[in-house]
């Protein structure tokens, strides 16, 4: 399995992060994509999949919620990492107009300064979005002929919202969100519709801890190695075997990032 979203520099990992990657392996993680999400934790993520070589790669990029906190629209660290070996992906990157914690004309600048740089790298990018899909999509469609591929990582919209992903050549990442009963009831309706060849599984590590787990971990810390049961419930949800779900999931995430 392929894990493409993990948030290994969060302080939550601080304590066991060498415990954490054994675990996933000993699970059947065999790589995991390190997200990085702003100016500080691009590096960091770098830093470590450069420690976890041939299992660790990871993205550089500044999430919505930290795009007041670029000045410079070049993204030059960004693209710095972005020369290193283990770096496979620009973002993540988007729009996020559930919390506003950047004034939206400037997500949507440090959106449009991302795909830039992507297309210039030729690098696929790595995307967020939520409660924004008008804007996103009149902001990425234009530049998808330019970039080699993108992934919308932890999908939780809608059926239409799915269908013009799907439509525009979009790979789509699911987490543990189909996990939740509550939640996640639309998503797992709508999952039977992904392709077989544009599907990626995630974690999305250490937030989304599957809520179905049995038995409940101790800790709310979501971990690369509850993958499995992710990959499980996604095979139920679309009445395929693990195995197919798997096999199809590395496929995709082996040929978008050229693991």
């Given at each position: 399995?392929?894990?493409?979203?993990?948030?290994?520099?969060?302080?939550?990992?601080?304590?066991?992060?060498?415990?954490?990657?054994?675990?996933?392996?000993?699970?059947?993680?065999?790589?995991?994509?390190?997200?990085?999400?702003?100016?500080?934790?691009?590096?960091?993520?770098?830093?470590?999949?450069?420690?976890?070589?041939?299992?660790?790669?990871?993205?550089?990029?500044?999430?919505?919620?930290?795009?007041?906190?670029?000045?410079?629209?070049?993204?030059?660290?960004?693209?710095?990492?972005?020369?290193?070996?283990?770096?496979?992906?620009?973002?993540?990157?988007?729009?996020?107009?559930?919390?506003?914690f950047s004034p939206r004309p400037q997500q949507e600048?440090?959106?449009?300064?991302?795909?830039?740089?992507?297309?210039?790298?030729?690098?696929?990018?790595?995307?967020?979005?939520?409660?924004?899909?008008?804007?996103?999509?009149?902001?990425?469609?234009?530049?998808?002929?330019?970039?080699?591929?993108?992934?919308?990582?932890?999908?939780?919209?809608?059926?239409?919202?799915?269908?013009?992903?799907?439509?525009?050549?979009?790979?789509?990442?699911?987490t543990g969100w189909v996990c939740d009963e509550r939640?996640?009831?639309?998503?797992?309706?709508?999952?039977?519709?992904?392709?077989?060849?544009?599907?990626?599984?995630?974690?999305?590590?250490?937030?989304?801890?599957?809520?179905?787990?049995?038995?409940?971990?101790?800790?709310?810390?979501?971990?690369?190695?509850?993958?499995?049961?992710?990959?499980?419930?996604?095979?139920?949800?679309?009445?395929?075997?693990?195995?197919?779900?798997?096999?199809?999931?590395?496929?995709?995430?082996?040929?978008?990032?050229?693991?």
């Amino acid at each position: 399995m392929i894990d493409i979203g993990v948030n290994l520099a969060s302080s939550r990992f601080d304590k066991d992060r060498d415990d954490v990657v054994t675990r996933a392996q000993l699970a059947g993680v065999s790589a995991m994509l390190l997200t990085g999400t702003d100016l500080e934790t691009s590096p960091q993520a770098a830093l470590l999949a450069a420690q976890y070589p041939d299992f660790a790669y990871s993205t550089a990029g500044v999430h919505p919620h930290d795009a007041k906190s670029v000045d410079d629209l070049s993204l030059p660290t960004i693209c710095e990492l972005a020369s290193q070996p283990q770096v496979v992906a620009i973002g993540e990157c988007g729009l996020d107009f559930n919390r506003d914690f950047s004034p939206r004309p400037q997500q949507e600048a440090v959106f449009e300064a991302h795909l830039r740089l992507a297309a210039e790298l030729n690098m696929p990018v790595f995307l967020h979005c939520r409660d924004a899909h008008e804007r996103f999509m009149a902001i990425l469609t234009p530049w998808l002929p330019k970039l080699p591929g993108a992934v919308l990582h932890c999908f939780t919209g809608s059926e239409d919202e799915l269908r013009e992903c799907l439509d525009v050549g979009l790979y789509i990442g699911i987490t543990g969100w189909v996990c939740d009963e509550r939640r996640g009831e639309a998503l797992r309706e709508i999952v039977p519709l992904i392709p077989d060849d544009r599907l990626m599984i995630e974690t999305d590590a250490p937030y989304l801890l599957p809520r179905d787990l049995k038995p409940k971990p101790k800790s709310s810390r979501n971990e690369p190695c509850y993958l499995p049961h992710i990959a499980s419930t996604i095979a139920v949800l679309r009445e395929q075997d693990t195995e197919h779900v798997i096999s199809q999931s590395v496929d995709n995430t082996r040929r978008l990032f050229k693991l």
